[in-house]
Every structure is written in structure tokens, then in C-alpha cells.
Nanobody, 123 residues
Framework: QVQLVESGGGLVQAGGSLRLSCAASGRTFSSHIMGWFRQAPGKEREFVAL????????YYRNSVKGRFTISRDNAKNTVYLQMSSLKPEDTAVYYC????????????????WGQGTQVTVSS
């Protein structure tokens, strides 16, 4: 069982930066793939970034490549999403998720979800 709690969201101007954190409880955190997803109003939840158990492999959706960086600290049971050069279209509720189905981008492949944190980017 893994419980996830996101933090770090907020209101930022376009071009600004935010760092999201996801604190996990549970002894099996280090064995899970961790992902960040987002959901804008009226839209489906979409994949943003994911990282493997050791942190040696990452994958991003095209629209955030070069702007977002995912990382994890297994000693602290925490995964991060550093977001830079933010755009209004990045506005959404951001969720972290944990799964064991491999390097997957589909929402359905993740077993545990946090409650989400709002990110709003003003133009």
C-alpha cells in the first residue's frame, strides 16, 4: 500500500517556476514507477512525466520536454517535478501516481494516486 500527498502548487506568472513534491508512505515506495499527471477543467487526465525506481530513467510528454524535470529521493520517499518556463496551458491539477506495471503513460496503469495540487499559470 502506498499513500501519496502532493504539495507545491500555486499561482505563478507565465515564464515562472514551481517545484511540486509528492511525499509517499509505505515501505515499497522505492519499487514503484512514479508518474506525474495533470487534468485541466473539462479535459481528461494526461501523462506529464515518469521516473523509474532508481531514478536512472525518465520520460516526458513532448510539450514539457526541456521545461520540466522529474526526480526522486527514495531515502525521503519523495518524488519531485521541477517546472520552469511555465505557460498558461500548463494550468491544471497535478497528480502524482505510483505503479508497478512498467514504464507506462496510461492512467489505468497506476495503482495509487494523490489528491492533487492546483497549478495556475497567468498570462
Amino acid at each position: 500500500q502506498v499513500q501519496l500527498v502532493e504539495s507545491g502548487g500555486g499561482l505563478v506568472q507565465a515564464g515562472g517556476s514551481l517545484r511540486l513534491s509528492c511525499a509517499a508512505s509505505g515501505r515499497t515506495f522505492s519499487s514503484h514507477i512514479m508518474g506525474w499527471f495533470r487534468q485541466a477543467p473539462g479535459k481528461e487526465r494526461e501523462f506529464v512525466a515518469l521516473i523509474n525506481w532508481s531514478g536512472s530513467s525518465t520520460y516526458y510528454r513532448n510539450s514539457v520536454k526541456g521545461r520540466f524535470t522529474i526526480s526522486r529521493d527514495n531515502a525521503k520517499n519523495t518524488v519531485y517535478l521541477q517546472m520552469s518556463s511555465l505557460k498558461p496551458e500548463d494550468t491544471a491539477v497535478y497528480y502524482c501516481a505510483a505503479g508497478r506495471s512498467g514504464f507506462q503513460t496510461q492512467v489505468t496503469k497506476y495503482d495509487y494516486w494523490g489528491q492533487g495540487t492546483q497549478v495556475t499559470v497567468s498570462s
